[in-house]
């Protein structure tokens, strides 16, 4: 068995007790799956010596693993052979039709190859199963991280059992359908799911990709704050915006500039602004009164990938927005579609509903005066606007296709009577 490098052990994120990596440790045998979730601890002073921006200048590996020194995996050959990472991270100039901060940018996590940030999860996950030599994995999911583990599988040749709520997008569901897995469509809700996906996995032996009883989910979301360090020219931005259901994603950007900040290569962790619908908002109510856990709550929103009654990764995602001096906002389910419009309209960004939720998070703080205008903001986008069509559908209800004969006549008639009603709509 090859050793690890420079990963020392796993810490409940309660208790602070440690143990040793194994794949039989999923959380905290004391705290239990909901409050001992465990963080991947490193040897940051060794560590030191073989990681930073001298070296990564070098490296020409355009996905994750340019990070491995930091990321739990032994053996150099376990990652599947899909590319992960290293999305683009770009201005948004485009006039966005309110007044946005002068420094605005975009971490485009869609570009992966199922559509969302749970790639940059399962490369790890399913690397570590491949450490470990399973033959089977499992996940519950609202859809995105499904799609990612039916894809990773797919490349890996392994057999793949994916719990969703039937009422999952159609294009999520096709996805995992195509990649060739089980596909258990619960008659319930994504909490029913998740449950069921544990048990199977106790009794069946699978790997569990279950969101925050895998440690390893949170480092590979982690390398989301590594490449923006590192595409800044190795700072951190003043604000970074995330949609938060689970809050796997959230605790996951925190863990990665904790880690930097161990490392001595930031100054300080910047602000966190988890986003979330406000019919889905458990997180946000427990960090508003105080709580240190999340209150039974009933989630409806049509932002699927954060519609979540319970969420999993609740203590680090209240670790990540309390002490980056951050905050949760909340925001409606019109507020989201319209974000939706604009990013797709005005900035060329097809994303789905819970990918345009920081677009709308961001407009509510800077009307609350929560955001300096004249800060550096990152908004993440974790999901493709294709995996929900439905959505797609609602957003683009103003703009309805024009029916014509295959006419030339008919279409210079089509064509003025929109330009005169536009002129009218616009002024
Ligand atoms: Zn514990």
Redesign the pocket.
């Known amino acids: 068995m090859v050793e690890f490098s420079f990963v020392k052990c796993l810490r ?1 994120v ?4 440690e143990y040793e990596i194994d794949e039989s440790v999923h959380t ?1 045998s ?2 239990g799956p909901l ?2 979730t465990l963080d991947v601890l490193y040897d940051t002073d060794r560590l030191a010596a073989s990681f930073g921006p001298d070296i990564l200048k070098e490296r020409t590996d355009p996905t994750i693993w340019r990070y491995h020194e930091i990321l739990p995996i032994r053996d150099r050959s376990a990652p599947v052979a899909i590319p992960v990472g290293m999305t683009p991270l770009y201005s948004l100039d485009s006039a966005l039709g309110f007044n946005a901060p002068k420094r605005l940018l975009i971490k485009d996590d869609t570009r992966h190859p199922s559509g969302s940030t749970k790639d940059r999860a399962t490369a790890v996950a399913m690397a570590r199963a491949r450490e470990v030599g399973v033959s089977s994995v499992a996940a519950a999911s609202t859809g995105n991280a499904a799609s990612s583990l039916a894809t990773f599988a797919a490349r890996a040749d392994l057999a793949c059992c994916i719990f969703a709520p039937a009422t999952a997008p159609a294009a999520k569901l096709l996805q995992i359908r195509a990649h060739g897995a089980t596909l258990l469509a619960i008659e319930g809700t994504y909490d029913q799911a998740f449950d069921l996906c544990m048990a199977t996995c106790e009794r069946l032996g699978f790997y569990n990709r279950n969101t925050a009883v895998n440690p390893f989910l949170s480092e590979g979301k982690k390398t989301i704050a590594l490449e923006i360090w590192e595409q800044l020219g190795f700072r951190a931005p003043d604000v970074i915006v995330v949609p938060v259901g689970d809050g796997c994603i959230v605790g996951g950007v925190y863990k990665g500039f904790c880690d930097l900040l161990d490392l001595e290569l930031i100054p300080r962790i910047p602000r966190i602004i988890g986003v979330q619908a406000s019919g889905s908002s458990a997180l946000a109510v427990a960090w508003r009164e105080g709580l240190e856990r999340c209150k039974p709550s009933q989630a409806s929103t049509l932002a699927d990938s954060i519609c979540v009654s319970h969420p999993r990764d609740q203590i680090k995602a209240l670790r990540a927005i309390r002490e980056s001096d951050g905050l949760f906002i909340t925001v409606d389910d019109q507020a989201i579609l319209e974000a939706l419009s604009i990013l797709a309209s005005k900035a060329g960004i097809l994303v789905e509903p819970a990918a345009a939720a920081p677009l709308a998070g961001l407009k509510e703080a800077l009307a609350k005066g929560q955001i300096e205008s004249d800060a550096e903001v990152v908004l993440l986008h974790t999901g493709h606007g294709l995996k929900d069509i439905d959505a797609l559908q609602k957003a683009s209800a103003g703009n309805r296709p024009l029916s014509v004969k295959p006419d030339l006549e008919e279409v210079a008639e089509a064509l003025t009577k929109k330009r005169v009603k536009d002129a009218g709509q616009n002024g």
């Open positions: 409940c309660t208790c602070g007790a905290c004391t705290c409050l001992g």
